[in-house]
């Protein structure tokens, strides 16, 4: 599993942003996805899960309601798409697999991506 993360960017309060994560091997489909988050100072926390197939999905609290996780196993890609952004969303943004159906712990996730930076001005 080779992750790469895209699609960070500075938008304004209120405003909408897509991120890509792009798996470069032939295993994407085996594994759990998730979108995990850093602000400055800050542990890095739990965003959004997508299970396998894509079929079930997880998201912290924070998010639920404006953020939604999908995947595309033809594609070997996860997306992230974010809305109604808020100041407190900048971060940088992680993907990660996992090998588990459920995992909303670090500890769960094997493979990270490099990681995109998300600005959200108010």
């Known amino acids: 599993v080779q992750l790469q993360a895209s699609g960070g960017g ?33 542990e890095r926390e739990f965003v959004a899960q997508v299970s396998r197939t894509g079929g079930t999905t997880y998201y912290a609290d924070s998010v639920k309601g404006r953020f939604t996780i999908s995947r595309d196993n033809a594609k070997s890609t996860v997306y992230l798409q974010m809305g109604s952004l808020k100041p ?4 940088v943004y992680y993907c990660a697999a996992s090998p588990l159906l459920i995992a909303n712990a670090r500890e769960a ?3 990270w991506g490099q990681g995109t930076l998300v600005t959200v001005s108010s």
């Open 88 to 91: 407190e969303d900048t971060a």
């Open 10 to 42: 500075l938008v304004q309060t209120g405003g909408f942003l897509r991120l890509s994560c792009a798996d470069s091997g032939p295993t994407f489909s085996r594994y759990s996805m998730g979108w995990f988050r850093q602000a400055p100072g800050k």
């Open 109 to 111: 996730y094997n493979f």
